[in-house]
């Protein structure tokens, strides 16, 4: 059984920043990928970042150049740096970790960011 525990959101002011972690416990040898998905207010759930097979990395645009995605193998766990936070980026946080027989979604994690 894939639990995912996430932890690191809350509250900051327009500019400042946070790092989210997510650490995965149970199965974590066929990790094919961790990532980041949010859902902001009234919308739909979408993508953010993630890092395959613990190197390769992807970013939605909103985010480039602003949030890092990292992954600690040893700690089964994936971090995403959030800098130069925007009104815009406040949403739930979700980590997700993708194994060849499926997805794994953790429990949420809220980002609020004031302006």
């Known amino acids: 059984q894939v639990q995912l525990v996430e932890s690191g959101g809350g509250l900051v002011q327009a500019g400042g920043s946070l790092r989210l972690s997510c650490a995965a416990s149970g199965s974590t040898i066929s990790i094919n990928a961790m990532g980041w998905y949010r859902q902001p207010p009234g919308k739909q759930r979408e993508f953010v970042a993630n890092?395959?097979?613990?190197?390769?990395?992807n970013y939605a645009d909103s985010v480039k150049g602003r949030f890092t995605i990292s992954r600690d193998n040893a700690k089964n766990t994936v971090y995403l740096q959030m800098n130069s936070l925007k009104p815009e980026d406040t949403a739930v946080y979700y980590c997700k970790t993708s194994y060849s027989w499926g997805d794994y979604w953790g429990q949420g994690t809220q980002v609020t960011v004031s302006r």
């Open positions: 890092i395959i097979r613990g190197s390769s990395t």
